[in-house]
């Protein structure tokens, strides 16, 4: 059965104070890793997809890297505005996936001045 | 917003009683998902379309029904609202091929007391 575990659950950082969230996957064939950013009361927004094992994104202060078993959101020198919930998501085979997603259960990040 | 309009925001409703959400969209995408999101457990995916009239079960599917008569509006159906269907409902738009990144709304809380 596919599975995505994210952790930790929750993340308190200091502004500047680099760190790393993990998402772990065990899927049948990945056709996709997605990370999305979650404010409270709104829905999820898009952030990066990576494919293939090796792959790397970057978006301000924001790194997704991408092994065979899992991927790492780096959130280098964190801002307040930083804080959010990071969901990991894993789009798997068979080829009638119809673009369905698998969630991981978040990682809630607060970042204090 | 990626063009996603979900209504009503919130409701409040009797336990047994029928609720419809409304999902409607601008962007012409022929892929639509309803996800429920409750702490703990992430997003989960209710019911899919793949086109007008083409529908199928998620993961979580026992209580709702779905109905597509237009490309923009995806509905949602808790045929007799249970408190265990509580949660926040999130409406999604996707191109739908593998690889392609979900797109999501900004949510209905529903509570049934």
């Known amino acids: 059965e596919d599975q995505v575990t994210q952790s930790p659950e929750a993340l308190r950082l200091q502004e500047g104070e680099s760190s790393s969230l993990n998402c772990s996957y065990t899927v049948s064939g990945l056709r996709g890793l997605f990370w999305y950013r979650q404010d409270p009361g709104k829905g999820p927004e898009f952030l990066f997809t990576?494919?293939?094992a090796g792959e790397e994104k970057e978006k301000e202060r924001l790194k997704a890297t991408l092994t065979k078993k899992e991927s790492f959101l780096h959130i280098t020198a964190p801002k307040p505005e930083d804080s959010a919930t990071y969901l990991c998501a894993v789009q798997a085979s068979p080829t009638d996936s119809w673009g369905k997603l698998q969630f991981g259960a978040g990682t809630q990040v607060v970042v204090t001045p | 917003d990626a063009g996603i309009t979900q209504s009503p925001r919130h409701k409040v409703t009797e336990t047994g009683t029928p609720v419809t959400l409304r999902c409607h969209q601008t962007e012409n995408h022929r892929y639509m998902y309803w996800y429920r999101q409750d702490p703990g457990h992430g997003l989960r995916l209710i019911h899919y379309?793949?086109?007008?009239?083409?529908?199928d079960k998620g993961e979580v599917s026992d209580g709702y029904s779905v109905s597509r008569s237009k490309t923009e509006d995806f509905l949602l159906t808790l045929e007799s609202a249970t408190s265990s269907q509580t949660s926040v409902y999130f409406c999604?738009?996707?191109?739908?091929?593998?690889?392609?990144?979900?797109?999501f709304g900004q949510g209905t809380r529903l509570t049934v007391v």
């Open positions: 379309s793949y086109g007008v009239k083409d529908t």
């Open positions: 990576l494919y293939s």
């Open positions: 999604a738009i996707s191109l739908g091929w593998e690889g392609t990144e979900a797109f």
